[in-house]
């Protein structure tokens, strides 16, 4: 039995216990922190490492010391053709699915990847309807906000704020002001968001499971390694146990160990627009080119040279985000470049580039265009610096398409 404490750690299965073997298991990719990637098949996973066969041999690699591991052979995704839900809980966790039922407190998910799966409302954070092909870039919870109370944003442009009080078949009731309830089909949904308190913060170790239809799911208490499957308990939802067959995981990362995600932390941001004479119009410039994580401020991935990476940041010329390290971190690693989203225009996306500490040049690029492949940043070291800045200033051709980001950016403990 594996074991994946409460706060993410994860501990090593006892001796008595071997790995279990996967079933129809495929090739995969292994990036460890150090090193050139490493494909082979997947022979066995436990509690800290994933062992492959390779050419060379078996190799074992422990999760302390590896970025990611991803199926090279998984199948595309079934569920982007169909009408589904995508739903986020309180800790972070993506379910995506389609609607299988209700319970006066629940709502009942039908996944492709590991079943179905009952979800309290007082852990789901935020509900969006997708249409069927809408894309990787439909995010309407971007610009339909959480609020203080619960609200319903409806297909017509109207939200419904108050409680949420329970969930049926046909749709859900919202109590809205002075005592009044307001019914929303589900056929009416775009976004809904709960008011639910989110679990404890991370404090070491963490594993996020990405499977093959979109879902990111992160194991609590303990995790059982079976013949071809995976099965835990939900972070944000102790109480809800899932089964993840090997053939339906896409892509595992570890962090919170020997590393961090520097998007994962707290972060400033300032953006300077190329031209500040009208003041009416900051708000909406900082709105659509602020900085944003994980995600471009459309909603799109972010992609670089034609690959899609899950953390970063997404920053427009001029921009300035700043962490605060403290001297906590011994190095600093990432990939720079400009979003593949400039490339939908002939002209602009060439930008300038600076990581600074304390003030002070650690790194910089100049003439990034939109295409290339990402320059890459580091190790830099930074076990003396107090406050690193990521720097994008204005290139060759002004501001025109300079969607830059800054993607896998790793602080090292």
């Given at each position: 039995?594996?074991c994946?404490?409460?706060?993410?750690?994860?501990?090593?299965?006892?001796?008595?216990?071997?790995?279990?073997?996967?079933?129809?298991?495929?090739?995969?990719?292994?990036?460890?922190?150090?090193?050139r990637?490493?494909?082979?098949?997947?022979?066995?996973?436990?509690?800290?490492?994933?062992?492959?066969?390779?050419?060379?041999?078996?190799?074992?690699?422990?999760?302390?010391?590896?970025?990611?591991?991803?199926?090279?052979?998984?199948p595309?995704?079934?569920?982007?053709?169909?009408?589904?839900?995508?739903?986020?809980?309180?800790?972070?966790e993506?379910?995506?699915?389609?609607?299988?039922?209700?319970?006066?407190?629940?709502?009942?998910?039908?996944?492709?990847?590991?079943?179905?799966?009952?979800?309290?409302?007082?852990?789901?954070?935020?509900?969006?309807?997708?249409?069927?092909?809408?894309?990787?870039c439909?995010?309407?919870?971007?610009?339909?906000?959480?609020?203080?109370?619960d609200?319903?944003?409806?297909?017509?442009?109207?939200?419904?704020?108050?409680?949420?009080?329970?969930?049926?078949?046909?749709?859900?009731?919202?109590?809205?002001?002075?005592?009044?309830?307001?019914?929303?089909?589900?056929?009416?949904?775009?976004?809904?968001?709960?008011?639910?308190?989110?679990?404890?913060?991370?404090?070491?170790?963490?594993?996020?499971?990405?499977?093959?239809?979109?879902?990111?799911?992160?194991?609590?208490?303990?995790?059982?390694?079976?013949?071809?499957?995976?099965a835990?308990?939900?972070?944000?939802?102790?109480?809800?146990r899932?089964?993840?067959?090997?053939?339906?995981?896409?892509?595992?990362?570890?962090?919170?160990?020997?590393?961090?995600?520097?998007?994962?932390?707290?972060?400033?941001?300032?953006?300077?627009?190329?031209?500040?004479?009208?003041?009416?119009?900051?708000?909406?410039?900082?709105?659509?080119?602020?900085?944003?994580?994980?995600?471009?401020?459309?909603?799109?991935?972010?992609?670089?040279?034609?690959?899609?990476?899950?953390?970063?940041?997404?920053?427009?010329?001029?921009?300035?985000?700043?962490?605060?390290?403290?001297?906590?971190?011994?190095?600093?690693?990432?990939?720079?470049?400009?979003?593949?989203?400039?490339?939908?225009?002939?002209?602009?996306?060439?930008?300038?580039?600076?990581?600074?500490?304390?003030?002070?040049?650690?790194?910089?690029?100049?003439?990034?265009r939109?295409?290339?492949?990402?320059?890459?940043?580091?190790?830099?070291?930074?076990s003396?610096?107090?406050?690193?800045?990521?720097?994008?200033?204005?290139?060759?051709?002004?501001?025109?398409?300079?969607?830059?980001?800054?993607?896998?950016?790793?602080?090292?403990?």
């Open positions: 039995m594996l994946w404490a409460a706060v993410g750690l994860l501990s090593a299965i006892s001796p008595a216990e071997s790995p279990a073997a996967p079933e129809r298991a495929g090739t995969v990719r292994v990036e460890p922190l150090e090193g990637a490493v494909e082979g098949r997947l022979q066995a996973l436990d509690g800290t490492s994933a062992s492959l066969a390779t050419a060379g041999g078996r190799r074992t690699f422990a999760f302390e010391a590896m970025r990611r591991l991803t199926s090279t052979d998984a595309p995704p079934s569920l982007a053709s169909r009408d589904h839900l995508r739903v986020t809980l309180t800790g972070g993506l379910l995506v699915g389609t609607r299988a039922g209700t319970t006066s407190d629940a709502l009942v998910l039908q996944t492709p990847d590991f079943g179905r799966v009952a979800l309290l409302l007082d852990v789901v954070s935020t509900v969006v309807a997708v249409p069927a092909d809408a894309g990787p439909f995010e309407p919870e971007h610009r339909h906000p959480a609020l203080d109370d609200v319903a944003y409806v297909q017509s442009g109207d939200a419904y704020t108050g409680i949420v009080l329970g969930v049926e078949d046909e749709g859900f009731e919202i109590e809205t002001e002075r005592g009044r309830s307001r019914h929303v089909p589900w056929g009416d949904l775009l976004v809904l968001h709960l008011q639910n308190d989110p679990p404890p913060p991370h404090r070491t170790l963490r594993v996020e499971i990405e499977t093959v239809e979109g879902s990111r799911l992160e194991p609590s208490g303990d995790v059982t390694a079976q013949a071809g499957s995976l835990f308990a939900l972070r944000s939802s102790p109480q809800t899932v089964r993840v067959p090997w053939t339906s995981i896409r892509v595992i990362r570890p962090s919170g160990g020997a590393f961090v995600y520097a998007s994962t932390l707290p972060f400033e941001s300032e953006f300077v627009p190329y031209y500040r004479d009208d003041e009416r119009e900051q708000g909406y410039l900082e709105r659509w080119f602020a900085a944003r994580v994980d995600r471009r401020p459309t909603g799109c991935p972010l992609r670089l040279a034609g690959r899609t990476y899950r953390h970063g940041f997404a920053v427009h010329s001029r921009s300035i985000v700043t962490l605060r390290t403290d001297r906590a971190w011994k190095r600093f690693e990432a990939l720079f470049g400009v979003d593949d989203e400039a490339l939908e225009v002939r002209a602009g996306g060439v930008v300038d580039a600076r990581v600074l500490g304390d003030g002070k040049v650690l790194w910089e690029a100049k003439d990034v939109a295409g290339e492949e990402p320059r890459r940043i580091g190790p830099i070291d930074v003396s610096v107090e406050e690193l800045v990521l720097e994008v200033d204005f290139g060759a051709e002004l501001y025109i398409r300079d969607r830059a980001a800054w993607v896998d950016p790793v602080l090292f403990r």
